[in-house]
C-alpha cells in the first residue's frame, strides 16, 4: 500500500540523500535511503537526526534492538507499549526480508483499526516509521532475516501490550497460513481489537 512521494519539509540536499513515502495512513512513512555504490558494495546514510526529526515528526530515539528469526515464516507482533512509555519506531531489516505491518489503534482516529504493510528488505534498504499509537509486527519471508530498529522510549515490561495477529477484523493478508506460522506463546495470545482497552487517542 503506498501513497504520494513527498519531500515533508526536506531541503534539496537532504532530498537527494533520501526518498520519503507517506503510506494509505499518512502517520506510517517509508524512508529510503540512497546508496552509493561501486564494485565493492555500497555505502548510504541510513540515520540523521537532522534529516529524518521532520520524517519522524521529531521522535527522539533512545534505544536500538536487535532481532533475528531462524525461520521463514516467523511473525513477531502485534506489538506496542502503553503509555508513558509508548514507542515509536523506525524499523530496517539488515538480512533477510520481512512484510512489516503496522495497525492503527488510536480511538476516535479516521483509520482506527486499518493497517499498512510494506516489504523491507536487507535488498530494497527501505526503513518504516511507525509513530506511537500503531501496533506494529512483521512476517519474515526469508530464513535467517535479522532486523535493526530504533525505539522513542525504553522497554518496560509492565507496560508491554500486543494485539492478536490473526485478528479477522484486522483483515490482514499474511504471506503464510495460519497452521504454518511461528510465533511465540506470548504472541498467540494477544487480544482482539474488540477486546484491547484504549490506550491511545487520535489528534488531528
Known amino acids: 500500500m503506498t ?7 526536506l531541503n534539496k540536499q537532504e532530498r537527494e540523500k533520501v526518498q520519503v513515502e507517506r503510506l494509505d495512513i499518512p502517520d506510517v512513512v517509508a524512508i529510503t535511503p540512497k546508496r552509493i555504490g561501486d564494485t565493492r558494495g555500497f555505502f548510504a546514510e541510513v540515520f540523521r537526526r537532522d534529516a529524518f526529526a ?4 521529531g521522535a527522539d530515539f533512545v534505544q536500538d534492538n536487535h532481532s533475528r528469526s531462524a525461520e521463514m515464516g516467523t511473525i513477531r507482533g502485534l506489538h506496542f507499549q502503553a503509555p508513558p512509555f509508548a514507542q515509536a519506531k523506525l524499523v530496517r531489516v539488515v538480512r533477510g526480508a520481512i512484510l512489516d505491518v503496522a495497525v492503527d489503534i488510536r480511538t476516535s482516529s479516521p483509520t482506527y483499526g486499518r ?3 510494506r516489504m523491507l528488505s536487507a535488498d530494497n534498504g527501505t526503513q518504516l516509521f511507525v509513530p506511537a499509537g500503531f501496533a506494529h509486527g ?6 535467517g532475516t535479522e ?3 530504533k525505539v522513542s522510549n525504553y522497554y518496560s515490561a509492565a507496560h508491554d501490550r ?4 490473526d485478528d479477522p477484523a484486522l483483515g490482514i493478508a499474511w504471506p503464510v497460513t495460519h497452521e504454518k506460522a511461528v510465533l511465540s506463546a506470548k504472541d498467540r495470545a494477544h487480544l482482539k481489537l474488540a477486546e484491547l482497552p484504549a490506550c491511545f487517542t487520535y489528534r488531528a
Not at 512483521?138 to 530464513?143: D, G
Not at 500486543?162 to 495477529?165: D, K, N, Q, Y
Open 54 to 57: 521532520e520524517i519522524c515528526r
Open 3 to 9: 501513497g504520494v512521494l513527498r519531500d515533508v519539509g
Open 147 to 149: 532486523i535493526d530498529y
Open 115 to 117: 493497517h499498512v504493510t
Open 162 to 165: 500486543g494485539l492478536a495477529w
Open 138 to 143: 512483521f512476517c519474515t519471508l526469508e530464513p
